[in-house]
Nanobody
């Protein structure tokens, strides 16, 4: 089992940057691949990006590719989502989640049983 806690959200102007952190804790926390998702009142929770347990493999949604970067510090059990060139449509609650599923897709919510509480990101125009 793993506990996740996001931080780093806030209010930023369009074109600005933010770095979100996801602190993982638990006996095997460093072994989990991590996904980042976001949720708005208008949309279901959507996939943002993914990083495998070693940090050597990452995937991104087309909407954030080239602007967002995921990394992880294994020693610190922390995963980062660096967001640049933010747009108003990036406004959402951002969640990190630990993946235990292996039979589905890295972007599928069903693969992620453990979630953080979320952190709000608001991008003003």
């Amino acid at each position: 089992q793993v506990h996740l806690e996001e931080s780093g959200g806030g209010l930023v102007q369009s074109g600005g940057s933010l770095r979100l952190s996801c602190a993982a804790s638990g006996p095997t926390s460093s072994r989990y691949p991590i996904g980042w998702f976001r949720h708005t009142p208008e949309n279901d929770r959507e996939f943002v990006g993914y990083i495998n347990w070693s940090g050597g493999v990452t995937y991104y949604a087309d909407s954030v590719k080239g602007r967002f970067t995921i990394s992880r510090d294994i020693a610190e059990d922390t995963i980062y989502l660096q967001m640049t060139n933010l747009k108003p449509e990036d406004t959402a609650v951002y969640y990190c989640a630990a993946r235990t599923g292996t039979g589905g897709s890295y972007y599928s919510l069903n693969e992620y049983p453990y979630w953080g509480q979320g952190t709000q990101v608001t991008v003003s125009s």
